[in-house]
């Protein structure tokens, strides 16, 4: 299958003359030092990745660590310094600005932390405004905005302008203006982290929904772990603008790469995440089992309850292949130790 | 006018004070002990070498050569190219441009006119603005100044359209193309410290006197602020929204045409209100050029010392700027708030029924009830020189006496190399080398030009002039800082002293001190005393409270919190309102050659006048606009001493 957007060895570096740092001896200096021998700041350095058509990818990091700039230079609103993007199969860097407008108007939407709606438009004609600048029919753009704003549950604000909107809803009308262009691409750059706690919860239900229902292609930016794991069909984690790691939400706290990473992820209860896959020992010699093995995916919460009240261990098995077993010695451990020791 | 407050915000200045702090700590000795030897050498020097002061030649060769410019002019005017493809086209098109707003205005007559004005204040600025404007107009009728009322707006209409048509591009231009802005702003610099009077002659030189060149006139002198607060307004819009709309795939002009202007166009509405204030207070000047209008009666009065008549104009121009300025300032705000379309629809459509039903209706605004200001304020200047001489005297003759004459004879006696070495000396040590050399330069243009006498005595009197306004100023304006009620109660005062036109604040200092020096010296306090309050004022609040708090908490007694925390701490503020105000004190003494002042100012005026004296008018308007130049760039690096301005 080809995956929906490719971005391979993408350098994005801010200062002058930003162009003769990728691929030079510069490249290899860290962040600090690069940036005080050349006043160049490589924002995004060497990133790599693919995202699958209909994946939730989730690129996650501390603030400054390139976030931002990455998934802007995506539909090249910061044009990347080197390295190579294609959308659908078509290289980004390569297009024309007729080309680009079009992408932009019509296969990738972008939602922002700050909303970016314009104050002078009602809330219809917000979400109007990508089809109005294709030029699509008033009639028609005013059906398909109106269509939206049903769709995140805000029939009825048509004629509200932006400033009588709360946060939340005011970050929905960004979600449906993105929407209704109809893109087979979304792109969020943490697009709640303005919200409340607990409006950034049902926003993000509303997302998990809309993905559901619409199924396209998300690539969702935020510093918040949380978010990552409940979104995320993938994770990528950027520190100072490289890539550190990218994988399920479960081989990142089940196996971080280093102690950047690990430092991320100590705060989740692994029980949560983690299978029981990362917990099973091997069987002692000749040692008795349950009769009824568990499937390795099982969430080590989920298996609590029958672990603990087995009188044996349990069998844990990947279709005919047996991984291990369990009892309850590794299900206290792992329901209690929250740190697990940073690998070397 | 506060577009120069607008244009140069305090904010910025004031950063710059507080960054020049540091480096300059360790020099202030070195540059007090410099600035100490230069006096002494200064001194010195004028001992040595002080002249007689002789009063200037009528014959120099810089006004023989302007009359020979003049004289090509008139010689070539139809025959060539320049003006046959160029100039006289500009002419002719603006000529246009002024005949098609008058056959509108004249064609609505006086009823279609009042119902028009009061139509559009109500739909765009609201009822109250709406009442306000229909008794303003209906007053013109009532001063018996109906026409001239109409002509001084037809005028002032028309050299907005074109400000708003030229400046409101270049404006976005110089938001948004790096070079444009760096180009435009030093260009818009000198402009905006150019006295009104100095454009006069160049205009008639180029267009002839009349209609045409009063509105280029007026246009040059209003479209910096256009420019300038259109980029401001551009470059302020959110980048967020810009980038949203670029991501939905917008080309620019869809950024600029869906996005960028109306997000701006609060601050645009505000431009439209500054470049009319502007215009207006212009194009009552250009009654000099011979442009229609209420100015044409306060220059007639003013030469017959007739005051109430004079006044009676005034009056007029003062509720034109008055319902001018509230129409534009609430349309302005008018643009934060969400109407409903439809009501909006309706309201228009009502008034434009009610406004064509008007128009068909003949009213003779000579049939209202007719009052003049004339004889009113005419016996109050009777009484005044009567049982006040005494005292008007007594200020008058001891301002000259320890002030103003001194200081003139010690600057016309000043040798002029010896002024333009003194300028350049204490211009380095304040401003920076940069600022001293266009300064020393300019000084030296002055002397170059055959005006050396007169240009001393304008400089005397602009340097009394600003130190009382500066001694006034800042005691009203730390006054306002400390006092809420008293800020509360003076703001509406200074708000409504800023939109006046300067010609006005002529009328009061005539009526009190007759035609004199000293006049023009009383109008430039009036007109420069609030801006100068007002930056006072907001650079002693904008000390951070917590400094205030800190001073009090060691035991301060306020005379000490004010001298030695909140007077120092705003220094900024103050030195950026002696800029501020020198520049226009200069602009104010110089229009106060009409009433007694002499010296440029009168030049000038005489050069519109007398064909023989065209030349030095020309001189003296070049040599008010090197010792504007002077002035501003002495007083610039004040507050930003590191060095020159980019
Ligand atoms: N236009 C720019 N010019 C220079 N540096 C920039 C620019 N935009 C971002 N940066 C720098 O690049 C780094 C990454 O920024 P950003 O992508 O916004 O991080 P994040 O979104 O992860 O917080 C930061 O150090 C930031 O200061
Ligand atoms: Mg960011």
Redesign the interface.
């Known amino acids: 299958m080809t995956p929906m957007i490719a971005v391979a060895d993408l350098w994005k570096v801010f200062g002058p003359r930003a162009e003769r740092v990728p691929g030079s001896a510069l490249a290899d200096l860290p962040r600090a030092e690069l940036r005080a021998r050349t006043g160049c700041l490589a924002a995004v350095r060497d990133v790599s990745f693919e995202v699958r058509p209909g994946e939730v990818f989730v690129v996650m990091g501390l603030s400054g660590s390139g976030k931002s700039t990455l998934v802007r230079c995506l539909?090249r609103?910061i044009e990347p310094t080197s390295g190579e993007i294609s959308i659908g199969g078509e290289p980004v860097r390569a297009m024309t600005p007729k080309r680009l407008?079009?992408?932009?108007?019509?296969q990738v939407?972008?939602v922002?932390q700050?909303?970016?709606?314009?104050?002078?438009?009602q809330v219809l004609d917000n979400v109007a405004?990508?089809l109005?600048?294709?030029g699509v029919t008033k009639a028609e753009r005013h059906r398909k905005a109106t269509e939206m704003l049903a769709l995140v549950g805000l029939d009825g604000q048509e004629h509200h302008?932006p400033d009588?909107l709360s946060g939340g809803m005011q970050q929905r009308v960004?979600l449906a203006?993105a929407l209704a262009?109809d893109p087979e691409v979304l792109l969020f750059d943490e697009p709640f982290s303005a919200l409340d706690p607990l409006i950034r919860r049902d926003m993000q239900a509303e997302v998990r929904r809309l993905h559901a229902e619409v199924g396209k292609t998300l690539v969702f930016i935020t510093h918040d772990l949380a978010e990552a794991l409940t979104l995320g069909d993938r994770i990528a984690v950027l520190r100072d603008g490289e890539l550190v790691q990218v994988g399920t939400p479960e081989e990142l706290v089940g196996a971080p790469v280093d102690s950047y990473v690990a430092d991320f992820v100590r705060d989740v209860p692994r029980s949560d995440v983690l299978t029981l896959r990362w917990i099973v020992r091997d069987p002692a010699p000749g040692e008795l089992v349950e009769d009824v093995p568990l499937p390795h995916g099982t969430v080590i919460r989920d298996a609590v309850h029958r672990v603990m009240r087995a009188e044996r261990p349990i069998q844990v098995v990947d279709g005919e292949k047996r991984l291990g077993v369990i009892d309850a010695d590794q299900m206290l451990a792992a329901l209690v130790s929250h740190h697990r020791q940073v690998p070397a | 006018m506060s577009a120069p407050t607008l244009t140069r915000p305090g904010g910025r200045v004031l950063e710059k004070a507080a960054e020049a702090d540091a480096p300059r700590r360790g020099g202030a000795t070195r540059r007090r002990t410099a600035g100490t030897v230069l006096i002494v050498l200064a001194v010195v020097a004028y001992l040595v070498f002080r002249t007689d002061g002789a009063p200037d030649s009528d014959d120099a060769a810089a006004f023989r050569f302007f009359d020979s410019v003049r004289d090509w002019v008139d010689a070539n005017r139809d025959t060539s190219p320049f003006f046959l493809y160029g100039i006289n086209y500009v002419r002719l098109g603006v000529r246009l441009l002024v005949d098609v707003v008058q056959a509108g205005l004249y064609g609505l007559g006086f009823a279609g006119l009042v119902a028009a004005v009061s139509a559009i204040a109500l739909v765009l600025a609201g009822w109250r603005t709406g009442l306000l404007a229909f008794l303003g107009f209906l007053a013109f009728g009532v001063l018996g100044l109906w026409d001239e009322s109409v002509d001084t707006l037809v005028l002032t209409l028309s050299a907005v359209l074109l400000s708003v048509l030229i400046g409101v591009p270049l404006g976005v231009l110089a938001a948004r193309v790096r070079w444009v802005g760096a180009t435009l702003r030093p260009v818009l610099d000198v402009m905006q410290i150019m006295p009104t009077f100095a454009y006069l002659a160049p205009m008639t030189l180029l267009f002839l006197i009349g209609e045409p060149a009063a509105v280029i006139a007026t246009m040059i002198y209003a479209v910096p602020a256009t420019i300038r607060i259109t980029a401001l307004g551009i470059s302020e819009v959110p980048p967020?929204?810009v980038?949203?709309?670029?991501?939905?795939?917008?080309?620019r002009w869809?950024l600029l045409s869906?996005?960028r202007l109306?997000?701006a166009?609060t601050t645009l509405a505000l431009a439209v209100n500054q470049t009319i204030m502007l215009a207006l207070s212009m194009v009552v000047i250009t009654a000099l050029i011979d442009a229609p209008g209420l100015g044409q009666n306060i220059v007639n009065a003013l030469e017959r010392v007739n005051v109430g008549a004079a006044f009676n104009a005034g009056v007029a121009i003062v509720i034109l700027a008055v319902v001018l300025d509230r129409i534009t300032t609430n349309a302005a705000r008018q643009t934060r708030i969400?109407h409903a379309r439809r009501s909006r629809l309706i309201q228009t459509g009502i008034a434009i029924v009610v406004v064509i039903a008007a128009a068909l209706v003949t009213i003779n605004p000579e049939s209202l009830p007719q009052w003049s200001a004339a004889a009113p304020v005419n016996d109050l200047v009777g009484w005044i020189e009567l049982h006040w001489f005494d005292a008007t005297e007594g200020i008058k003759n001891r301002v000259s006496e320890f002030l103003l004459n001194p200081l003139e004879s010690v600057l016309v006696t000043t040798p002029w190399w010896l002024f333009v070495a003194a300028v350049a000396a204490f211009g380095t040590l304040v401003s920076g080398w940069r600022a001293a050399l266009i300064a020393a330069l300019s000084a030296a243009g002055i002397a170059g030009l055959g005006l050396w006498q007169h240009s001393m005595q304008t400089l005397a009197t602009v340097l009394v002039a600003i130190l009382l306004t500066m001694v006034i100023g800042v005691s009203v304006g730390v006054f306002c800082a400390r006092h809420d009620r008293l800020a509360t109660a003076v703001r509406p005062v200074l708000d409504a002293a800023q939109t006046m036109p300067s010609f006005v604040y002529l009328l009061p200092a005539v009526a009190l001190f007759g035609n004199s020096r000293f006049t023009a010296i009383v109008a430039a306090i009036i007109f420069a005393v609030p801006p100068v309050v007002r930056l006072v004022e907001r650079g002693v609040r904008d000390v951070p409270p917590t400094v205030v708090e800190a001073a009090l908490s060691a035991g301060s007694t306020p005379r000490q919190l004010l001298w030695k925390v909140q007077l120092p701490m705003a220094r900024g503020g103050l030195l950026l309102a002696a800029n501020q105000g020198i520049v226009m004190v200069l602009a104010m003494v110089v229009v106060g050659g009409l009433v007694g002042a002499g010296a440029l100012g009168y030049d000038v005026v005489a050069g519109f006048s007398q064909r023989e004296l065209f030349g030095e008018g020309l001189a003296a308007g070049l040599a008010i606009v090197l010792l504007g130049i002077l002035l501003d760039r002495l007083t610039q690096g004040f507050h930003d001493s590191k060095g020159p301005r980019r």
């Open positions: 539909t609103l407008r079009d992408l932009r108007r019509r939407a972008m922002f700050h909303f970016g709606l314009l104050p002078h438009r405004y990508g109005e600048i294709q302008y009588q960004g203006r262009t | 967020t929204a980038e949203a709309a670029t991501a939905l795939g917008s080309t869809q869906k996005v109306p997000m166009r969400h």
